[in-house]
């Protein structure tokens, strides 16, 4: 009984050690979402397989702007594609690419799941990770309860 016990102890104490150094967040990039209820922010964040932040999409509720902000990318203006709906918007200051919008922008109509989502400014242009439709819907629902 007592070898088993002791293998069993092994067992979880490899575990544990195993789960206390696996890193915090998806090794490959990709999207996560938050909501700070402290802060009232409702924030979705891209992040690069070498953990750099690129994009984030952020509202403050219930009545905030929706914010899009692409440390990408630079300039006074940008289009916003999602699948087939495009829409242009000024930029608040130069870099990071700044993109404010009021409650229940046209550009929310587009954004129901698996659409593709880029940013175009400066002269460049930032094809998102899959899901970023999807993450500002989840960011405007979070920001805007009655709907959106």
Do not use: N
């Amino acid at each position: 009984m007592r070898p088993m016990l002791a293998a069993a102890a092994l067992g979880a104490l490899t575990l544990l050690t195993a789960c206390a150094t696996a890193p915090s967040g998806p090794a490959t990039g990709g999207w996560s979402y938050g909501y700070d209820a402290s802060a009232g922010l409702a924030t979705a964040t891209l992040r690069e397989p070498s953990g750099q932040v690129t994009t984030t999409f952020t509202c403050r509720p219930p009545s905030g702007d929706l914010v899009i902000t692409d440390r990408t990318l630079r300039g006074g203006s940008a289009t916003i594609q999602i699948g087939a709906f495009s829409t242009r918007a000024d930029a608040r200051g130069g870099s990071p690419l700044t993109l404010a919008f009021p409650q229940s922008p046209p550009l929310l109509a587009a954004a129901r799941g698996g659409e593709e989502m880029s940013i175009t400014a400066g002269g460049g242009t930032h094809r998102l990770a899959p899901g970023a439709a999807q993450k500002l819907r989840e960011v405007a629902d979070a920001c805007w309860p009655q709907g959106s």
